[in-house]
C-alpha cells in the first residue's frame, strides 16, 4: 500500500491544520491507521491511531482534546485535525498503515512526511 500525506504547512501558534493521508495499491479498511511525527533532534512518535474495526481511536497526551483522527474507508484516506496547535507539535508528519487484519497495533507502511512548522 502506498501512502501519500498532505495538507502542512505554516501556522500560528493557536492555529488550525488539517492532514490527509490518501493510500493507493490496497484498501485500508481492514488496517489500523496511525499518524507519527518527528521533530528535529527527536525520535519518531505516535501522534495518533485509529483502529481497523470500529474505529477507536488512540493519542498522545500531548495532543489528547486537541487532535482527532478520523478515516473514510470508502475514500481511502485518514485525516488528522489539529487545532490549537502550539510550537513543540512542530515536525514531519507521517502517516503509517499496519498490515491487513493486524492485531498488533503496529505499522508497517509508511508515508513521505508532510512538514507542519508552528510558530510562536
Known amino acids: 500500500v502506498q501512502l501519500q500525506a498532505s495538507g502542512g504547512g505554516l501556522v500560528r501558534a493557536g492555529g488550525s491544520l488539517r492532514l490527509s493521508c490518501t493510500a493507493s495499491g490496497r484498501a485500508i479498511g481492514g488496517r489500523n491507521m496511525f499518524w507519527f511525527r518527528q521533530a528535529p533532534g527527536k525520535e519518531r512518535e505516535l501522534v495518533a491511531g485509529i483502529r481497523k474495526s470500529g474505529g477507536t481511536t488512540s493519542y498522545a497526551d500531548s495532543v489528547r482534546g486537541r487532535f482527532a483522527i478520523s478515516r473514510d474507508n470508502a475514500k481511502n484516506t485518514v485525516n488528522l485535525q489539529m487545532n490549537s496547535l502550539k510550537p513543540e507539535d512542530t515536525g514531519v508528519y507521517y502517516c503509517?498503515?499496519?498490515?491487513?487484519?493486524?492485531?498488533?497495533?503496529?505499522?508497517?507502511?509508511w508515508g513521505q512526511g508532510t512538514q507542519v512548522t508552528v510558530s510562536s
Open positions: 503509517a498503515a499496519s498490515l491487513d487484519s493486524d492485531t498488533t497495533f503496529r505499522p508497517r507502511y
